[in-house]
């Protein structure tokens, strides 16, 4: 056996050893058998089979495929993942500050990160990398770039640019330790009404909401806050528990995990008195709030300290754990499930019985139960928190998404910021009549094809009919349709101009204003923020959804 399988080995074995050791009395020869196959098979392939055979590569789709089986969120992070792995978990990393993104064969800056290197030394959205550090960056994927891109702090990187209307430049800069913010944006909305977005549950991110609410008590009495956690996918669980904690009384029962392993089943209270547990508060959330931002919303639900807004949120009732492996790296294992106040486990999917070809169902109407809040209100499980108030999805046109899709929206932002060196503040922002017009011309000589559901429905039509062998009879008919449908097309532009003056005035302002920006120019148009406003200025009807009772 080669060193490199050996390593391999080691790292399986001894990866595996406490659960070996857990499972002793009932399943250790089954294991241990299983084990003794796999190393024997993995042994003969690599020496016999045809052609030669990488075994980390190997080992790490045997490794992926056996966790698969399992979940999604149960995950094997090799040494070389580790850094990608800790910004999930910190919300820093080391490296220029930027996000980018593939388009054709190189890639782009999408928007830096303000405060850091990338848009200190004048990156911009929009901006090619033709090389880095003397090597060409053609057919790079973004996660390869990235990789070139990070570094330790104070180790230097250059990138050759390439930016509309310019000769390709050369910028220089120093890596530095890159922290996202967990809390982009805080603020007044409207007189007393306090709004705090949250992007994850990263490290210290419950202190970070702590200090925004100490700042905005500062500026004025607080009359209601809103906290967003609307496509927040979670994070770390003593965060969510901390963050209860800020609206709730010291104590409280905020969550309970449960797993095989009966020593790790245990009670998360409220460890400290709270910050607020007063203020009207409303929880956001739509279909990708998961996990800890479950927990927050279900937690705040149960104990009826507020009332949640918005879509119902994704289903993810699983607890993970990392384990340290050999050789620096990971397994990310789920061990657990966990119980919101009221009892409930909101997982959606049930990765325990699969479906015989190996899918995976939501959990059967007929498992669903039914709980009650504090308040003595009827809530569900099995199927992530359903708001307490629903607001209606948008549906984005056909065309918007078209143009969204092929990155017009982008490039006409990226030529608006190369002609402007300033707007006004990104509140006040707004695309005018004369914009849209500029815009609407923009596109003349652009493509971006898109079909709409008359059409699509037009030309099943035409299929079946040419199935049955009737078209011929009413082709003039289907021509003359199909005509006036295009003649209506050209007119969607026009039909759907506030819907694109919203993206196109998001994508504009985020080039001055960067993320914070961009957060608070959506404000304006945002239905959901909106009717937690609305919400908010009726305290009889927050009282009301808090204690309304099904008899």
């Given amino acids: 056996m080669n060193n490199t399988l050996k390593k391999i080995s080691a790292i399986l074995l001894i990866g595996l ?36 055979v990488n075994s980390g590569d190997l080992m790490k789709t045997a490794i992926d495929e056996m966790l698969t089986s399992l979940d999604p969120y149960t995950t094997y992070i090799p040494e070389s993942d580790i850094e990608d792995y800790r910004f999930m978990t910190t919300g820093q990393y080391g490296g220029i500050g930027a996000m980018i993104t593939k388009r054709k064969d190189f890639v782009y800056i999408s928007e830096p990160y303000e405060g850091f290197p990338a848009q200190k030394a004048g990156l911009m959205a929009g901006d090619k990398i033709i090389e880095v550090n003397g090597k060409s960056a053609k057919g790079k994927t973004t996660e390869e770039l990235s990789k070139i891109l990070k570094g330790q702090p104070n180790t230097e990187v250059s990138i050759l640019i390439e930016r509309k209307g310019q000769e390709p430049f050369v910028v220089n800069f120093k890596r530095e330790k890159v922290t996202v913010k967990s809390v982009p944006y805080y603020g007044f909305l409207e007189n007393g009404i306090a709004y705090i977005k949250l992007r994850s549950f990263t490290r210290d991110c419950s202190n970070d909401i702590k200090n925004a609410l100490t700042d905005l008590k500062t500026q004025q009495e607080l009359k209601g806050i809103i906290l967003d956690l609307r496509s927040n996918p979670g994070g770390l669980l003593n965060e969510s528990i901390d963050i209860v904690n800020l609206f709730v009384e010291k104590g409280e029962n905020i969550v309970i995990t449960k797993g095989k392993i009966k020593d790790w089943e245990k009670t998360y209270k409220a460890r400290y008195f709270p910050e607020d547990k007063e203020t009207p508060l409303i929880i956001l959330i739509n279909q990708n709030s998961a996990s800890a931002s479950e927990i927050v919303s279900g937690a705040i639900q149960d104990l009826d300290r507020g009332v949640v807004v918005g879509k119902r949120s994704y289903g993810k009732g699983l607890v993970q754990q990392t384990r340290k492996l050999s050789y620096n790296s990971q397994l990310k294992v789920t061990v657990a499930k966990y119980y919101i106040p009221s ?151 026009s039909k759907n101009k506030e819907e694109l003056k919203e993206f196109l005035s998001d994508e504009i302002v985020s080039r001055y204003f960067y993320q914070e920006g961009r957060i608070i120019n959506r404000l304006k148009y945002d239905k959901e923020v909106k009717e937690a406003i609305n919400i908010l200025h009726d305290l009889n009807r927050y009282n009301e959804i808090l204690n309304k009772t099904d008899e």
């Fill in 17 to 52: 050893l406490p659960f070996i050791a857990i499972a002793q009395t009932t399943n250790y020869f089954e294991t241990s058998k299983n084990l003794e196959i796999f190393t024997d098979l993995f042994k003969e392939l690599d020496m016999y089979y045809v052609d030669e």
């Fill in 343 to 493: 009892g409930r486990c909101i997982q959606a999917l049930d990765y325990s019985n699969r479906n015989k070809d190996g899918s995976v169902g939501k959990i059967p109407d007929s498992l669903i139960s039914t709980f009650k809040t504090r308040n003595g209100r009827e809530v569900k499980d099995g199927g992530g928190i359903i708001p307490d108030v629903k607001v209606k999805q948008d549906v984005i046109s056909d065309i918007t998404i078209s143009i969204i899709r092929e990155r017009l929206i982008f490039d006409y932002a990226t030529d608006f910021r190369l002609e402007n060196d300033s707007i006004i503040s990104a509140d006040n922002f707004e695309i005018t009549d004369n914009e849209f017009e500029k815009f609407t011309s923009y596109l003349k000589d652009k493509e971006y094809k898109y079909t709409t559901a008359t059409e699509d429905a037009l030309e099943i039509f035409k299929e079946i009919a040419e199935e049955e062998k009737s078209f011929y009879e009413i082709e003039e008919q289907y021509n003359l349709l199909s005509s006036q449908i295009k003649n209506n097309k050209e007119n969607d532009l």
